[in-house]
Nanobody
């Protein structure tokens, strides 16, 4: 199993980023996927989830209305569109398959002026 997150960077408050997570080594289309994040000195926390078909989606309250999770099963990729970013969104973002114990290396998102 391999998960490769990308798309992070430095962005000003109010800006946008689109994260990608390319998956391999398992039947991607059969698994729900989740995004998590971990800020310095804090525990890793849930951000968003999407089921295998994309028909069932959930978000942490802190990102509802600002973030959108989606997936492309043909490309074995899950995305996280992040809009109206706030300094509190600064963290390393990770993706994970439901029921799988593998993590990628994460991608750093820094929101700062």
């Amino acid at each position: 199993v391999q998960l490769v997150e990308s798309g992070g960077g430095l962005v000003q408050p109010g800006g946008s980023l689109r994260l990608s997570c390319a998956a391999s080594g398992f039947t991607f289309s059969a698994f729900g996927m989740r995004w998590f994040r971990q800020a310095p000195g804090k525990e890793r926390e849930f951000v968003a989830a999407i089921n295998w078909s994309g028909g069932n989606i959930d978000y942490a309250n802190s990102v509802k209305g600002r973030f959108t999770i989606s997936r492309d099963n043909a490309k074995n990729t899950v995305y996280l569109q992040m809009n109206s970013l706030e300094p509190e969104d600064t963290a390393v973002y990770y993706c994970k398959g439901d029921g799988l114990s593998y993590w990628g290396q994460g991608t750093q998102v820094t929101v700062s002026s």
